[in-house]
T-cell receptor
């Protein structure tokens, strides 16, 4: 099993550009989520999904969209990038809920100039 | 909203010394998880505690969940250079099992 994979590993965007961060898991997990990690801020939940077709907002959802058309994939879309979105983004998955053991992907380091 | 606080923010120790990080929640938690993130890496699950007063050990690591289920601690005995990293606690969001709230973490560095 590859576990949780994320692409790209690194990305530089200009302010106003849009892009999609990809996340996939091959463990048949129902729950998937996106976090951002900023220095000294820990991990903050952006959006999560409890199954295909079901998504909800986390702690810091503004400026981000998600969809979940399959169990395996959970892409994160930045609609119009801003310098405040410079961060490291982690995708995670677990069997059913946020309180199950979370499996994290390797992360995407995003810089917005 | 719910807050999960960790102290200290940083800890530097000599190899062989003990280390403890503390986690406190503003609300009662149904369970608490601990994760380790190596520098440049991603968080990796260590353990989950569920019962009031629970104590679990993993080799040199000892995890405790408080009697009131509002605090937890991670203690490492005789640190090694392989223990370097940031340790996070995380608990379910208030009234929700679908949102995990992380503390800001404790960065441990070990001098060989």
């Amino acid at each position: 099993n590859a576990g949780v994979t994320q692409t790209p590993k690194f990305q530089v965007l200009k302010t106003g550009q849009s892009m999609t961060l990809q996340c996939a898991q091959d463990m048949n997990h129902e729950y998937m989520s996106w976090y951002r990690q900023d220095p000294g801020m820990g991990l903050r939940l952006i959006h999560y999904s409890v199954g295909a077709g079901i998504t909800d907002q986390g702690e810091v959802p503004n400026g981000y969209n998600v969809s979940r058309s399959t169990t395996e994939d959970f892409p994160l879309r930045l609609l119009s990038a801003a310098p405040s979105q410079t961060s490291v983004y982690f995708c995670a998955s677990s069997l059913f809920t946020g309180t199950d053991e979370q499996y994290f992907g390797p992360g995407t380091r995003l810089t917005v100039t | 909203g719910q807050q999960v606080m960790q102290i200290p923010q940083y800890q530097h120790v000599q190899e062989g010394e003990d280390f403890t990080t503390y986690c406190n929640s503003s609300t009662t938690l149904s369970n608490i998880q601990w994760y380790k993130q190596r520098p440049g890496g991603h968080p990796v699950f260590l353990i989950q505690l569920v019962k009031s007063g629970e104590v679990k050990k993993q080799k040199r690591l000892t995890f405790q969940f408080g009697e009131a289920k509002k605090n937890s601690s991670l203690h490492i005995t005789a640190t090694q250079t392989t223990d370097v990293g940031t340790y996070f606690c995380a608990g379910p969001g208030e009234g929700s099992n679908y949102k995990l709230t992380f503390g800001k973490g404790t960065l441990l560095t070990v001098n060989p």
